[in-house]
């Protein structure tokens, strides 16, 4: 799942609850790097929710770092968009 803020950040996570207690950071960047995260988003259909403040939090995070828990409820959101956007493209 990709994240996207205007000012060209973005932050890639991977939630498998059968292997981990929360999601977790698998790319951030800016710029360039941001820009890649999201076409490779979009190569792979992956749905895309911009939230800037969120972006922005996640970012400082590291790589394979997992979520903090106050941030639980409004990574969960994300994860609901995504579902959502998925059972409507007909996905699993």
Known sequence: ??????HHKAVAMRYDQDREQAPKVTATGKGNVAETIIQ??????????????????LSEL?????????LY???????????RTDQSLGGE
């Open 1 to 6: 799942m990709k994240y996207k803020q205007h």
């Open 40 to 57: 490779k988003a979009n190569e792979h259909n992956v749905p895309i929710q911009e939230d800037v403040s969120l972006v922005e939090v």
């Open 73 to 83: 409820q409004a990574v969960a959101e994300v994860f609901a968009f995504i579902y």
């Open 62 to 70: 590291n790589i394979n770092e997992t979520i903090p828990e106050e």
